[in-house]
Protein backbone atom coordinates (compact mmCIF):
# COMPACT_ATOMS: atom_id res chain seq x y z
CA UNK A 1 0.00 0.00 0.00
CA UNK A 2 3.16 2.23 -0.34
CA UNK A 3 3.10 2.12 3.59
CA UNK A 4 6.99 3.48 5.20
CA UNK A 5 8.24 0.37 7.14
CA UNK A 6 7.82 2.80 10.30
CA UNK A 7 4.40 3.82 9.46
CA UNK A 8 3.44 -0.06 9.04
CA UNK A 9 4.67 -0.30 12.73
CA UNK A 10 3.50 3.00 14.16
CA UNK A 11 -0.06 2.00 13.10
CA UNK A 12 0.01 -1.56 14.19
CA UNK A 13 0.68 -0.11 18.17
CA UNK A 14 -1.65 2.97 17.47
CA UNK A 15 -4.19 0.37 17.03
CA UNK A 16 -3.21 -2.00 19.73
CA UNK A 17 -3.07 -5.09 16.75
CA UNK A 18 -1.46 -8.67 18.29
CA UNK A 19 0.58 -10.66 16.25
CA UNK A 20 3.06 -13.09 17.53
CA UNK A 21 5.86 -11.73 17.17
CA UNK A 22 6.72 -8.16 17.84
CA UNK A 23 9.36 -5.86 16.37
CA UNK A 24 10.40 -2.68 15.98
CA UNK A 25 11.06 0.23 13.53
CA UNK A 26 14.49 0.57 13.57
CA UNK A 27 14.94 -3.40 13.90
CA UNK A 28 12.63 -3.58 10.71
CA UNK A 29 15.02 -1.23 8.95
CA UNK A 30 18.27 -3.31 9.87
CA UNK A 31 16.36 -6.57 8.31
CA UNK A 32 16.08 -5.02 5.41
CA UNK A 33 19.37 -3.73 5.16
CA UNK A 34 20.68 -7.49 5.64
CA UNK A 35 18.84 -8.69 3.27
CA UNK A 36 16.32 -10.15 4.98
CA UNK A 37 13.22 -10.03 3.30
CA UNK A 38 13.10 -11.19 -0.75
CA UNK A 39 12.94 -8.53 -3.36
CA UNK A 40 12.89 -5.43 -0.29
CA UNK A 41 16.22 -3.33 -0.56
CA UNK A 42 16.69 0.11 0.68
CA UNK A 43 16.11 1.25 -2.93
CA UNK A 44 12.12 0.12 -2.51
CA UNK A 45 11.84 2.72 0.51
CA UNK A 46 10.50 6.38 0.03
CA UNK A 47 12.66 7.73 2.38
CA UNK A 48 16.26 6.05 2.66
CA UNK A 49 17.29 4.90 6.52
CA UNK A 50 20.42 6.86 6.38
CA UNK A 51 19.44 9.89 4.33
CA UNK A 52 20.76 12.54 6.48
CA UNK A 53 18.59 15.58 7.29
CA UNK A 54 18.83 18.48 5.11
CA UNK A 55 19.84 21.87 7.21
CA UNK A 56 18.05 25.18 5.71
CA UNK A 57 20.03 28.63 5.59
CA UNK A 58 17.19 31.22 6.56
CA UNK A 59 16.64 34.17 4.41
CA UNK A 60 15.35 37.35 4.12
CA UNK A 61 15.21 38.15 0.70
CA UNK A 62 12.27 40.48 -0.70
CA UNK A 63 11.01 38.72 -3.75
CA UNK A 64 10.98 41.40 -6.44
CA UNK A 65 7.81 40.04 -8.43
CA UNK A 66 5.75 40.30 -5.16
CA UNK A 67 6.52 43.69 -3.51
CA UNK A 68 3.19 44.01 -2.31
CA UNK A 69 2.41 40.84 -0.97
CA UNK A 70 2.37 40.42 2.91
CA UNK A 71 4.90 38.40 3.89
CA UNK A 72 5.33 35.46 6.46
CA UNK A 73 6.64 37.54 8.34
CA UNK A 74 3.72 39.32 9.42
CA UNK A 75 2.32 35.48 10.07
CA UNK A 76 0.83 35.48 13.73
CA UNK A 77 3.16 32.68 15.93
CA UNK A 78 0.20 30.52 16.61
CA UNK A 79 0.07 29.79 13.28
CA UNK A 80 3.99 28.99 13.13
CA UNK A 81 2.77 26.99 16.63
CA UNK A 82 0.04 24.94 14.60
CA UNK A 83 -2.32 25.53 17.93
CA UNK A 84 -5.54 25.49 15.70
CA UNK A 85 -6.65 24.19 12.82
CA UNK A 86 -7.29 26.20 9.75
CA UNK A 87 -4.03 27.21 8.30
CA UNK A 88 -3.15 26.09 5.43
CA UNK A 89 0.15 25.36 2.87
CA UNK A 90 -0.25 25.78 -0.96
CA UNK A 91 2.01 24.54 -3.79
CA UNK A 92 1.47 23.58 -7.60
CA UNK A 93 2.82 20.09 -8.67
CA UNK A 94 3.70 19.57 -12.00
CA UNK A 95 4.31 16.96 -14.87
CA UNK A 96 4.60 17.49 -18.39
CA UNK A 97 2.78 21.04 -18.67
CA UNK A 98 -0.38 20.29 -16.39
CA UNK A 99 -0.47 20.38 -12.72
CA UNK A 100 -2.44 19.96 -9.28
CA UNK A 101 -2.79 22.22 -6.99
CA UNK A 102 -1.96 21.27 -3.47
CA UNK A 103 -3.29 22.50 0.14
CA UNK A 104 -2.15 21.39 3.09
CA UNK A 105 -3.39 21.98 6.57
CA UNK A 106 -0.73 22.79 9.35
CA UNK A 107 -2.07 20.94 12.45
CA UNK A 108 -3.48 17.84 10.83
CA UNK A 109 -1.42 17.33 7.33
CA UNK A 110 -5.37 17.16 5.98
CA UNK A 111 -4.50 16.70 2.25
CA UNK A 112 -6.53 18.56 -0.69
CA UNK A 113 -5.59 18.08 -4.13
CA UNK A 114 -7.08 19.29 -7.34
CA UNK A 115 -6.01 19.10 -11.21
CA UNK A 116 -6.07 21.92 -13.07
CA UNK A 117 -5.79 22.36 -17.02
CA UNK A 118 -2.69 25.08 -16.66
CA UNK A 119 -0.58 26.36 -13.87
CA UNK A 120 -2.19 30.08 -14.19
CA UNK A 121 -4.03 32.24 -11.80
CA UNK A 122 -6.91 32.34 -13.15
CA UNK A 123 -6.76 28.11 -12.80
CA UNK A 124 -5.58 28.60 -9.03
CA UNK A 125 -8.00 31.26 -8.10
CA UNK A 126 -11.00 28.98 -9.99
CA UNK A 127 -10.41 26.10 -7.42
CA UNK A 128 -10.56 28.66 -4.00
CA UNK A 129 -14.01 29.78 -5.52
CA UNK A 130 -15.10 25.79 -6.13
CA UNK A 131 -13.82 25.73 -2.00
CA UNK A 132 -15.91 28.73 -1.14
CA UNK A 133 -18.60 27.56 -3.23
CA UNK A 134 -18.64 24.63 -1.50
CA UNK A 135 -18.51 25.32 2.37
CA UNK A 136 -19.76 28.92 1.79
CA UNK A 137 -20.08 30.97 5.32
CA UNK A 138 -17.92 28.05 6.68
CA UNK A 139 -15.10 28.58 4.43
CA UNK A 140 -13.41 31.36 6.68
CA UNK A 141 -13.33 29.39 9.53
CA UNK A 142 -11.99 26.26 7.75
CA UNK A 143 -9.50 28.22 5.07
CA UNK A 144 -8.08 31.02 7.89
CA UNK A 145 -4.87 31.55 6.51
CA UNK A 146 -2.85 30.28 3.28
CA UNK A 147 0.96 30.41 2.88
CA UNK A 148 2.38 29.95 -0.29
CA UNK A 149 5.64 30.97 -2.51
CA UNK A 150 6.51 33.87 -5.26
CA UNK A 151 5.31 32.06 -7.99
CA UNK A 152 3.33 33.98 -10.61
CA UNK A 153 0.41 31.77 -10.30
CA UNK A 154 -0.45 33.14 -6.94
CA UNK A 155 0.55 36.87 -7.11
CA UNK A 156 -3.03 37.64 -7.20
CA UNK A 157 -3.47 38.19 -3.95
CA UNK A 158 -6.89 40.41 -3.67
CA UNK A 159 -8.50 37.74 -6.25
CA UNK A 160 -7.62 35.05 -3.74
CA UNK A 161 -8.34 36.82 -0.24
CA UNK A 162 -11.90 38.89 -1.70
CA UNK A 163 -14.65 36.28 -1.32
CA UNK A 164 -16.89 35.80 -4.60
CA UNK A 165 -20.07 35.29 -2.77
CA UNK A 166 -19.59 37.85 -0.93
CA UNK A 167 -18.42 41.24 -3.04
CA UNK A 168 -15.65 43.22 -0.78
CA UNK A 169 -15.58 40.62 1.97
CA UNK A 170 -12.44 39.07 2.80
CA UNK A 171 -12.61 34.95 2.85
CA UNK A 172 -9.07 34.42 4.26
CA UNK A 173 -5.62 35.94 4.37
CA UNK A 174 -2.93 35.08 2.18
CA UNK A 175 0.99 35.30 3.14
CA UNK A 176 3.84 34.48 1.24
CA UNK A 177 7.05 32.41 2.34
CA UNK A 178 10.57 34.25 1.62
CA UNK A 179 12.31 33.56 -1.99
CA UNK A 180 14.30 30.01 -1.72
CA UNK A 181 12.97 29.04 1.66
CA UNK A 182 11.20 26.11 0.67
CA UNK A 183 11.47 25.14 4.43
CA UNK A 184 8.76 28.39 5.37
CA UNK A 185 6.05 25.71 3.50
CA UNK A 186 7.80 22.51 5.30
CA UNK A 187 4.15 20.72 5.25
CA UNK A 188 3.59 21.45 1.62
CA UNK A 189 7.20 20.00 1.03
CA UNK A 190 6.78 16.54 2.81
CA UNK A 191 3.68 15.96 1.45
CA UNK A 192 4.71 16.87 -2.32
CA UNK A 193 7.44 13.55 -2.04
CA UNK A 194 3.84 11.51 -0.73
CA UNK A 195 2.56 12.64 -3.91
CA UNK A 196 5.44 12.12 -5.58
CA UNK A 197 5.33 7.78 -4.74
CA UNK A 198 1.61 7.99 -7.27
CA UNK A 199 3.20 10.68 -9.45
CA UNK A 200 7.21 10.85 -10.23
CA UNK A 201 8.98 13.63 -12.01
CA UNK A 202 8.15 13.93 -15.40
CA UNK A 203 4.74 12.07 -15.49
CA UNK A 204 2.02 13.01 -17.61
CA UNK A 205 -0.39 15.04 -14.84
CA UNK A 206 -2.82 14.97 -17.75
CA UNK A 207 -3.40 11.67 -17.64
CA UNK A 208 -4.49 11.31 -14.38
CA UNK A 209 -8.31 11.09 -14.22
CA UNK A 210 -10.19 13.34 -11.29
CA UNK A 211 -10.97 10.05 -9.50
CA UNK A 212 -7.16 9.32 -9.50
CA UNK A 213 -6.33 12.30 -7.96
CA UNK A 214 -8.91 11.69 -5.26
CA UNK A 215 -7.58 8.57 -4.92
CA UNK A 216 -4.46 9.99 -3.73
CA UNK A 217 -5.57 12.18 -2.03
CA UNK A 218 -7.93 10.36 0.39
CA UNK A 219 -4.22 7.42 0.59
CA UNK A 220 -2.65 10.73 2.02
CA UNK A 221 -5.82 10.97 4.60
CA UNK A 222 -5.73 8.26 5.71
CA UNK A 223 -1.52 7.78 6.48
CA UNK A 224 -0.52 6.92 9.77
CA UNK A 225 2.01 9.67 10.64
CA UNK A 226 4.57 9.97 12.65
CA UNK A 227 4.57 13.26 13.90
CA UNK A 228 0.79 12.79 14.53
CA UNK A 229 1.18 9.69 17.19
CA UNK A 230 0.65 7.63 14.25
CA UNK A 231 -2.71 8.81 13.87
CA UNK A 232 -4.04 9.73 10.65
CA UNK A 233 -4.43 13.50 9.10
CA UNK A 234 -8.37 12.69 8.99
CA UNK A 235 -8.66 11.64 12.85
CA UNK A 236 -6.81 14.70 13.65
CA UNK A 237 -8.51 16.90 11.51
CA UNK A 238 -12.39 15.09 12.43
Given at each position: ?114 KMSSKTQ ?49 RTTCYYA ?61
Open positions: EKYSPDAVIGEINEKGLKFDTSICTKTVYNMIDKGIFLNLTNKDLPVKKDRKKRKYKQVRNVALNNAKGRSIEERPPEIERREEYGHWEMDCVVGKGKACLVLTERMSRKELIFKCVIDVIDKLERQYRSRFQRIFNSITMDNGSEFLDMESLEISFLKAGTKHPYSSWERGSNENQNKLIRRFVPKGFNIGKLTNKDVKRIENWMNNYPRRILGYKTPNQIAA
